[in-house]
C-alpha cells in the first residue's frame, strides 16, 4: 500500500513499535521527574487547614480553586475537544485529527507541569501546582495544538510527540521571557500561544514542505457531516473563550472584565465574518472554512488586552476588525503560502492565530500605554499591571514599549532565530540553531510519516 | 437554478452585496452606539478595588462574576450548541442550523446589550454592564433562536437579522412591562422568553406563509446522522437547563432551589414523552421528533415557579404534564396548524414552547398566590417576591393576579397586537401596527429568501 | 420481521402499551413518593435567610450550591452526553444508545434521590434535598450507565427500566454498607460506582445470555462516523473526570487535589493507551476501541484515592498501569469472556470499569494505610478521613484493611451474593437470592426484548 511514488525512498508507516516505545519511555520519564519534582501547593495539600489558620482565611471558599476551577474546565474542553473537532473537517482524517490532537495534548499538559513549573513554580527543589498549573498547561498545549493545525494529515504521531517536546520546551522559555523578564501582560495568551504557536507551526510545515501533496488533494477536502462535526469544535472554542482569556487574570474584576471583553469581541467578529465570507465568493455564498474558523479570530485578537480596560466598544472593533482579517487571510494569504512561500498550511493557522495574534499583541501594547490613574482607578492601575517591587516605576508608555518588544521575541522564538533574510525562492529553510535542531530531527526518516498521496487518509495509522 | 414556480416572481438568493452590507452596517452601528453608550459595571470595572473598599467587601470571591459566571457559561452553550444543533435534525440544513443560529444569536446579544441596557442598566447616561447583562443578552436571543425554529429553512439570512432586530426591541419592551411595570417574577422565562419568543415566531411565520411548501418535502426529514447531531442540541439544553433557570435568580437559595426544581421537572419529562411518543405511534416505536423536543418541555414549563417553593414533587408533576402535553402537540396540534390556520411550523415551537410557555406562566402565577409567610419565612418571603418599597403591601393572591396579567401581555406583545377576531379562514394576518410593520418588511421582495422548492437545502446560501 | 429462529418462542416487541404502562406508573410512584418525603435542605429553602444568621454566615457564597454546583453541571454531562454519546459507537444503535440511555437515566435519578435520600439525609420523616444529593443520585445512575455498556443492543427499553429499578436499589445498600457501615472513602466511587456497576452489568449480560448473538455480528461493528459520535463521549468523560472524582470530596483542598490527581492519571492513561493498541494490533496501527475507551481508566483507577495525597505522581502511574490493563483486556478478556464465560460485554465494560474500578480500591486501601500525620498535618488527617466520633481511634492500616473489605462487599453485592464456585461450564447463573430476583424477572418473556438477529438495530425500536 505504501508505494514510494514521487519519493525518494519508500515510506514505512508501520509504527507496531517505535509508537509504543516512545509513548511508554516517555511517560516513564514522566513519572521519574513527577516523583523528583512534582508536588501538591499549599491550596491542594492536606496542611491546608493550617495554612488556612495561618493566613486568617475564614471560608474554603477562599482557595483559588473556587476562583478558577470552572474557567480550567472550560478551557479543557477548547482543548480536546475545541481543538480536536475543528480538525475533522477533513473527509478521512477525523481519528487522526481528534485522536492525534489527544494523544500529543496529553503528554504535553505532563511535560508543560514540568517546565512551566521550573520557571514559575519552583520552591525549595520542588513545583508546587494547583489549578493554575493546570490551566497553564493547557495553555501551553494549546499553542501546539495551533501548530498542529499546519501540519494536520502529513506527519505520523511520533513527529507530534516529538514536535511536542520541543515545543513546549520552547514555549516555556519564551513565555519566561515574556511574562517575567520583559515583565509583560498577555493573560489570554495573544503572544504567548497564538503568535508563538502558530509561527512555530508554520516552520515546522515550511519545513517538512511536500512537493507532491497534490496527489492526495482528493482528501483534503470535506463532506457534508465532516463539516457539521467541526462546527463542534469551532462553537466550543467560540463560547468558552471567554474563559480562556480570564482564566488566569486576577481575581474579581480583572476576570470579570476580560470575559467581557471577550464576549464582545467574538460577537462582532461573526458578522464581519459572514460579510466577507460573502463578499469574496462569486456566487455570494458563505463557506464554511471562513465560519468555522475566522469567527474565533475575535478571542485571538484580544487575547492581551481583555483584562485591560479595554472596553466593550473597543472589544467590538478589534473583533470586527480581526474577522475581517482573518476570512481575507483565507481567500488570499494560504494560497500565496503555498504556492509562493512552500508553507503548507492545511487548517490556515496563519488566518486564524497568527494575524489576529498579532493584531492581538499589538492592541495590548495600546491599550497598555493608553493606560491612566484616572481611568484605572490609583489601586486598579497598579494592580493590573502589576506595578510593583522592581516595577513600580514603569509608566504605561514604557509598558506599551516592553509589550510591543514581547511581540517581536515571541515571532523570533517561535521561528526558532531571526527570520532568514531572503524566504523566497525556496531554500533549505533552516538557518538557525532551533530551527537546525528541531527541522533535522523531524525530517529524520525514522518517525513513520505517510508518502504524499497517503496524507490525509485515517487509514494509515488506524484500523478503520 | 432558482426557477420561479407557483411564484409571483422569480427569486434572487444572490446575497454577495446585501448580507455584506447589512452585517457591516449593523456592525459599524453597534460600535457606534457602544462607545456611547456601554461601559463596565462596577464590578467589572478597575475601579473595583475602591469599590470594594467602599461596600465593606473583603474578599474577590463576592464579586457576581462567582456567583453567575458558571451559569452564564451554561446558557451560552444552550444558545450557540443547544439550539443551534437541535435545528440540524434536517438532512441538508444543518449548515443553516449552525450558521443562521450562530449569526443571529451573534448580532443579537450585542443589540440585547443595548436594549435591555437602556431599560434596566442605564445610570448616568450610560450603560453599565456586567455578567448578568451578558446572561440576559443570552436570554433575550434564546427567544429568537425558539422563533428561528418556526421559520427554519425558509428564509434568508438577511431576514432573520431583519427579524432578530425587531424581536430582541420588542422581546425588550415586554420584558421591561413584565418585570418593572407588572412586577412580575419571571427568572426562567417561560413568560418573557418562551411564550414570547414561540408566539413571536410562530406569527412569523404566519406572515410568511408560503402554499407551495410541499414542493420541498423531501427535504424536511432526517436521516440518521442528522438525528444523532440534533441530539447533541437537545442534551445540552436539557442537562443546562437548571442553570438556564438559575442563572439570574437571587443569590444563595434561590439559585440553588431555581436548579433543583428544574432537575426535577425534566427528568419526569423524559418519562412521559417516552410513554406517550410510544403509545400514539402505531406500531409503539420511539419517534426521535418527539425525544429531541418534547423532554425539553419540562425545563420550560418551570421557569417561572423554579425559584419559587415549587417544591421537588410540584416540579415532577409540571414536567410530567409538559412532557405530555408537548408529545401530543407533536402529533395532533402541528398538522392542524399548519393545514387549518396555515402556519407552518418546521421544529414545532408551538409544542415546545409556547404551549408549555403557557402552562409555565400559569403555574408561577398559582404557585405565587399561594406563598405564604409559613412556607417562605418571613425574611424569604420578603426576598422570594422582593415586596420592598412600592411593592411591600402586595399580598400574595394580588401577586399572582400580577403573574396572569403577564402571561397576557407576553402573548399580545408577540403577536403585535390583540389577536385577529377570525384567525379562519385565512387572510392576510397583519392587523396590528407592530404585526403590519414586522410583517411587511419581512415579506418585501429584497431580502433573497429562495422559492418553495429551495426550501431546507443548504446549497442555496452555502458551498457545500 | 420478528421472525422466530433459534429461539424458544417468537420475540414481541411491540412496545406500544407495555413502555407506556411502566414510564407512566412509574412516574406516578415518583410523583406520590416526593410529596410524601422529598422538601428542600436547608440552602435550597427560602428560610435560608434565617439559617444564615443561625450559622453566623455573612455571604450568601458560603451556600454549597456555589462549592459543588459547577462540578454537579460537568457530573450531569458525563452521564447524559459522556456515557451516552460513547455508545453510539454501533452503526445502527446510535438513538437506542442515546435515548435509552436518557430513559433510564432520568428515571434513575429520581429513584436514586429517594433510595439515597432515606439512607443518607433523611430528617423528621422528610429527605432535604441539596445540590449535593443531586451529584450522588448522578452517581448512583452512572453504575446503571455502566452496567447498560454490557447489554447495549440487547435489550429493551422496559428491561432497562426494570434493570435500573434493581440496580439502583441495590446499588444504594451497597453505598451504605461502605460508607456508613465500613466508614470507607470513596469519593470518586471505583467501588461502589465502577466496580459495583461493572460486575452488576456483567451479571445480568451472562444471566440474559444470547447463544445466537452471531446472528447479529454485522451490526455489532462501527462505521467511520458513529466512531466519531462516540469520541465526543469518550472526550466529555475524559475532561469532566477531575470534576467527578472531586464533586462530594470535602470543600477547599480535597476537592483542589481529586482534581488534579485525576487529570494527572488521564493524561498518562492516554499515552499508555495508544502505546499499548498500537503494539497489540498486529499492523501496528491505533484501533478507535481503545481510544475511546481505555484512555478513560485513569479516572476510574483514581476514584478513591484521588482526595487521598495520592501525590501527581502516584496518579501517574496509577493511570499509566490502569491504561495497560484496560487495554489488554479488549484485547485478550473480552473474547475469553464470551466464549469461554458466556459473558457478551458489548462495550467491554470489564475492561473498563471492573479491572480498573478494583485496581482503584486497591490502591485507595495502600493508600488509606500508608497515611501520615506528616504528610496531612495533624487537623488534615482526621478532616481527610473523618477520624471524628466513634472513628477517632482509627488507624490508617486498620482504614485500609476496611477499604479492602469494601471492594470485597461491592463485588460480592453486585453479583447478587457470593459467586459461583463452579462458574465454568455455564449453568444457569442465579444461584443467590438477588441474583435468582433479578435474573429471574429480567428473562420474563414480557419486556419485549427483539430476536437476536436484531439486536443491535434501532428499527426495533424507533421509527428510522
Redesign the interface.
Known amino acids: 500500500m505504501e508505494r514510494p511514488r514521487h519519493q525518494g525512498m519508500a515510506k514505512n508507516t508501520?509504527?507496531?513499535?517505535r509508537?509504543?516505545?516512545v509513548?511508554?519511555l516517555?511517560?516513564v520519564a514522566?513519572?521519574v521527574l513527577?516523583?523528583v519534582f512534582?508536588?501538591?501547593g499549599a491550596?491542594?495539600?492536606?496542611?491546608?487547614?493550617?495554612e488556612?489558620q495561618e493566613m486568617n482565611l475564614t471560608?474554603?471558599?477562599?482557595?483559588?480553586?473556587?476562583?478558577r476551577?470552572?474557567?480550567f474546565?472550560?478551557v479543557?474542553?477548547m482543548i480536546?475537544?475545541g481543538f480536536?473537532?475543528l480538525m475533522?473537517f477533513l473527509k478521512?482524517y477525523?481519528?487522526g485529527a481528534?485522536?492525534f490532537n489527544?494523544?500529543l495534548a496529553?503528554?504535553g499538559?505532563?511535560w508543560a507541569?514540568l517546565m512551566q513549573g521550573w520557571f514559575h513554580s519552583f520552591k525549595d527543589g520542588k513545583i508546587l501546582?494547583?489549578?493554575e498549573n493546570?490551566i497553564n498547561a493547557d495553555f501551553c498545549v494549546g499553542s501546539v495544538c495551533i501548530a498542529f493545525g499546519a501540519i494536520l494529515g502529513k506527519t505520523s504521531?511520533i513527529q507530534l510527540l516529538v514536535m511536542t517536546l520541543f515545543q513546549v520546551t520552547l514555549f516555556s522559555v519564551n513565555e519566561y521571557i515574556l511574562l517575567n523578564l520583559l515583565h509583560v501582560k498577555d493573560a489570554g495568551g495573544s503572544m504567548t500561544i497564538h503568535t508563538f504557536g502558530a509561527y512555530f507551526g508554520l516552520t515546522v510545515t515550511r519545513i517538512l514542505y511536500r512537493p507532491n501533496l497534490e496527489q492526495s488533494k482528493d482528501k483534503q477536502g470535506s463532506v457534508?457531516?465532516s463539516?457539521?462535526?467541526a462546527?463542534?469544535g469551532t462553537?466550543?472554542l467560540?463560547?468558552?473563550w471567554?474563559?480562556f482569556n480570564s482564566a488566569i487574570s486576577d481575581?474579581?474584576?480583572?476576570?470579570?472584565?476580560s470575559?467581557?471583553n471577550t464576549?464582545?469581541s467574538?460577537?462582532?467578529?461573526?458578522?464581519?465574518t459572514?460579510?466577507?465570507s460573502?463578499?469574496l465568493?462569486?456566487?455570494?455564498?458563505?463557506?464554511?472554512v471562513h465560519?468555522q474558523n475566522a469567527?474565533l479570530a475575535g478571542g485571538v485578537a484580544v487575547g492581551t488586552s481583555a483584562e485591560m480596560?479595554l472596553?466593550?466598544?473597543g472589544s467590538?472593533?478589534v473583533g470586527?476588525i480581526s474577522g475581517i482579517v482573518s476570512t481575507v487571510g483565507y481567500v488570499y494569504f494560504t494560497p500565496f503560502l503555498e504556492s509562493r512561500l512552500h508553507i503548507q498550511d492545511t487548517c490556515g493557522i496563519h488566518n486564524l492565530h497568527a494575524m489576529p495574534g498579532l493584531i492581538g499583541g499589538i492592541v495590548g501594547a495600546i491599550t497598555a500605554a493608553a493606560a491612566t490613574e484616572d481611568?484605572?482607578?490609583?489601586?486598579?492601575?497598579i494592580?493590573?499591571f502589576d506595578f510593583t517591587g522592581v516595577y513600580q516605576t514603569r509608566t504605561p508608555s514604557i509598558q506599551g514599549g516592553f509589550q510591543a518588544a514581547g511581540i517581536v521575541v515571541a515571532v523570533f522564538a517561535s521561528l526558532g532565530g531571526p527570520p532568514a533574510s531572503r524566504p523566497y525562492p525556496p531554500r533549505p529553510p533552516a538557518h538557525r540553531p532551533t530551527r537546525i535542531l528541531v527541522g533535522g530531527i523531524l525530517k529524520l526518516p525514522i518517525w513513520g510519516d505517510a508518502a504524499a498521496e497517503n496524507c490525509f487518509e485515517d487509514d494509515v495509522?488506524?484500523?478503520?
Chains 1, 2, 3 share one sequence.
Not at 251 to 257: E, L, P, T, Y
Not at 267 to 272: E, K, M, N, P
Not at 375 to 381: A, P
Open positions: 508501520y509504527l507496531r513499535w509508537l509504543p516505545l509513548c511508554l516517555w511517560e514522566m513519572i513527577f516523583g512534582v508536588r501538591f491550596e491542594a495539600d492536606a496542611h491546608w487547614e493550617e488556612k471560608s474554603d471558599i477562599e482557595n483559588d480553586f473556587y476562583f476551577y470552572p474557567s474546565q472550560d479543557h474542553v480536546f475537544v480536536g473537532f475533522t478521512r477525523g481519528f481528534v485522536g489527544f494523544l496529553a503528554f499538559i505532563q507541569l501546582i494547583g489549578v493546570l504521531p457534508y457531516h463539516d457539521l462535526f462546527m463542534i462553537l466550543y467560540w463560547m468558552y471567554p474563559s481575581h474579581g474584576d480583572a476576570q470579570h472584565r470575559a467581557i464576549y464582545c467574538l460577537a462582532a467578529c461573526v458578522l464581519t459572514m460579510a466577507f460573502s463578499m465568493q462569486k456566487k455570494g455564498k458563505l463557506d464554511m465560519i469567527t480596560m472596553t466593550p466598544y467590538l472593533i470586527s481611568v484605572y482607578g490609583k489601586e486598579g492601575f494592580k493590573a495509522y488506524w484500523e478503520v
